[in-house]
């Protein structure tokens, strides 16, 4: 399996061919499922064939391609752009493929990906747009699946929309820049203009995109506060993502991965307010006001916060900040990390005739002399999700016996919940305090406590009180009483 920052063996780019020959040398299917793909541009096709067979020839007088009906020679090849060796004779494709090389034209050899400069992609056509599909070797087959797919998705009105783009494109650059003309595209693509291609009416699409650009009304700010869930990149909601792609700024805390601020549009602003234990970049005050200024500047900000914004994400302070400040917002739920570390144990958080309730905590609720009101629910059965408790992990177990809870309640510990590095520990109550000599659990841990954890699956955990007795077989190996 490849590495998650895996990179690509070849870069894809586009090349211009308009006006430009491209060679073929070939006679066969090969050869003529080249051309097909290559009619596709407006390049001067010409086609090396002595012996042509009968589809080429046809597919030669219907597109007025140049025919060279001669045996391959170099000189074939002089003031190409590209050059394609499709002849299935192994000697003459890599003949071609040498000679080309030597001639400095890029070439591509069909089947023969050690003789290839290039590789030529499956194409979705909605010219002026094309979307190019590599694979890198996974095969052709996988290729044309995912062109398939692509092709359904896009609407047959997509070129005819882009090109009338591509006729504002100049008047859009008087706009200016930043917000305003992002709105522009964005009204254009999605609106009234893209509507009226859609319907075929030409006319009222070209004059919708006059309105929009006599339209001068400043950007209104909009702040999306944002749940990045726990991690992994697949359990970021649409809506999530469609607002990162739409983000003028991206505003993010320390535990969200970098790969889930990458969804966000390449030219969003990135502005890392991170905020863990003991490092504190920004106060809250100050990444409340930092929201304030990008939202009366007219920016569209994604706010990312780890879980889901409204559990323990201090949220309510953000939003009353701006409702103080009269800047627009809405919020975007994300899975939370509870939710998470009980799916990565397959664990029902409630569970008919055991627990029909359940407490969202963190550990240093218990800091206090007086015990909250959720320990009497543990105490009667509900399931508790206790975030960022693996420090204070002796005092939650210790406080939660004290009050009647038994030692003997089952508890799950998930570091990473949901990601590929996870991992997993179960034990009950009194193995808890183990979690605080943990010196090796560097990432977020997540604590379930309850007699519904007895329902989780196990097979990939491990138990907690391994760890107490291998410390303690570590201190008696020293000669000391553990």
């Known amino acids: 399996m490849p590495p998650a920052n895996a990179k690509l063996n070849a870069f894809p780019v586009f090349m211009r061919v308009d006006g430009e020959a491209v060679a073929i040398v070939g006679n066969g299917e090969e050869a003529l499922a080249k051309a097909r793909l290559l009619s596709q541009s407006s390049a001067v096709l010409r086609i090396i064939a002595d012996n042509a067979g009968g589809g ?20 074939h090849l002089q003031g190409a752009a590209l050059v394609f060796a499709a002849s299935g004779n192994e000697a003459l494709d890599r003949r071609v493929a040498e000679d080309a090389r030597r001639l400095g034209i890029p070439v591509n050899a069909v089947d023969r990906p050690e003789l ?20 890198e070797g996974a095969g052709p087959v996988l290729a044309q699946m995912l062109r398939s797919r692509i092709d359904r998705m896009l609407s047959p009105s997509l070129g005819r929309l882009a090109a009338l783009a591509a006729s504002f494109r100049a008047a859009a650059e008087n706009l200016p820049k930043g917000n305003r003309r992002r709105r522009f595209w964005n009204d254009f693509f999605t609106g009234a203009p893209a509507k009226a291609i859609e319907a075929g009416e030409l006319v009222e699409a070209h004059g919708a995109a006059l309105d929009l650009l006599a339209t001068s009304a400043p950007a209104e700010g909009h702040i999306a506060l944002v749940g990045a869930g726990p991690g992994a990149e697949d359990l970021l909601t649409l809506r999530a993502h469609r607002l990162l792609m739409e983000a003028d700024a991206i505003v993010y805390d320390a535990l969200v991965p970098e790969a889930i601020v990458a969804m966000g549009r390449r030219d969003a602003e990135r502005l890392p307010v991170g905020k863990r234990k003991g490092c504190h970049s920004k106060s809250q005050e100050e990444i409340n006001a930092l929201l304030i200024e990008l939202g009366s500047a007219g920016s569209k900000v994604v706010r990312l916060k780890s879980g889901d914004p409204l559990v ?19 919020v975007v739920p994300g899975v939370t990390a509870a939710f998470a570390a009980a799916a990565d144990f397959e664990l029902p958080l409630t569970l008919r005739g055991v627990s029909s309730s359940m407490v969202f905590t963190t550990g240093h609720d218990l800091k206090g002399n007086s015990l909250p009101d959720w320990a009497k629910l ?10 960022m408790g693996r420090s204070v992990a002796a005092e939650v177990a210790g406080r939660l016996v004290e009050a009647g809870l038994s030692p003997d309640t089952a508890v799950a510990v998930v570091e990473n919940a949901s990601l590929g590095n996870r991992r997993r520990f179960h ?16 990432g977020p841990v997540m604590t379930i406590i309850g ?9 990939q955990s491990e138990p907690l009180a391994a760890h107490k007795h291998e410390e303690a077989a570590s201190v008696l190996a020293e000669g000391v009483e553990p």
Do not use: K, Q
Request: aromatic fraction near 8%; charge should be negative; proline fraction near 4%.
């Open 451 to 459: 007699d519904a954890v007895a329902g989780a699956n196990f097979e």
């Open 378 to 387: 543990a105490i009667s059965g509900a399931t508790v999700a206790v975030y």
């Open 427 to 442: 034990g009950t109550l009194a193995d808890l305090p183990s979690l605080e000599e943990r010196a090796d659990l560097t």
């Open 56 to 75: 080429l020839l046809d597919f030669i007088a219907s597109t007025g391609a140049v025919h060279i009906d001669a045996a391959y020679e170099v000189p």
């Open 312 to 330: 323990f994400g201090r949220a309510g302070e953000e939003m009353a900040a701006l409702r103080e400040a009269g800047i627009a917002y809405e």
């Open 116 to 135: 290839c400069d290039f590789f030529t992609p499956a194409l979705v056509n909605r010219a002026p747009v094309a979307i190019a599909i590599g694979t």
